[in-house]
């Protein structure tokens, strides 16, 4: 017989933005829910919470994830950095003033997941063009179709952290 779960509580240990954090979560719990909820970190914004609209991307590990599709529990252990911990590195703090320059905010919805796709993209530090930061941004949807401001910010910030200004 089959038991149900779904009310089973699990220990994780994880660390977001630099901060440990020892909680008992629900099995099922989403890794945005966990972050919103329980960290009160509430830049990770939930859109459509099937992968597809990119709002809700986080770090973990550096990587760049959808939370609304990874449960809390299969972050234990990792590193996570949320769009509130962007700024805890210099990529992170200029990505934030280009996307401000440029004019790239927008409504600001769909903009923390853009950052941290954006700031994952830029970590390699290599020369980006503009038709591998639209691809990059392809997972992504900003209903304010602000994609040049964006695509424009992406490439000050890389033209910046290859030794321009």
């Given amino acids: 017989m089959i038991q149900a779960l779904s009310q089973s509580t699990i220990e994780i240990q994880l660390t977001v933005n630099g901060k440990l954090y020892r909680e008992e979560v629900e099995a099922r719990k989403l890794l945005s829910d966990f972050l919103r909820d329980d960290c009160g970190l509430t830049g ?7 992968g597809v609209c990119g709002t809700c991307t986080v ?7 959808r939370s609304c599709l990874m449960l809390a529990v299969q972050a234990d252990g990792a590193e996570i950095t949320t769009v509130e911990g962007l700024a805890q590195s210099e990529l992170g703090r200029r990505l934030q003033q280009a996307f401000s320059e440029c004019h790239a905010l927008q409504c600001g919805f769909c903009t923390p997941g853009i950052l941290m796709s954006a700031s994952e993209f830029l970590q390699s530090g290599e020369k980006r063009s503009t038709e591998e930061t639209r691809e990059m941004l392809s997972g992504h949807l900003c209903r304010c179709t602000g994609y040049i401001s ?6 000050k910030t890389n033209d910046w952290s290859m030794g321009g200004e």
Avoid at 44 to 50: A, D, P, Q, S, Y
Avoid at 150 to 155: H, K, M, S, T
């Fill in 44 to 50: 990770t914004h939930v859109g459509c919470e099937h």
């Fill in 150 to 155: 964006i695509v424009e910010a992406i490439r």
């Fill in 59 to 65: 770090l973990v590990n550096g990587s760049a994830v």
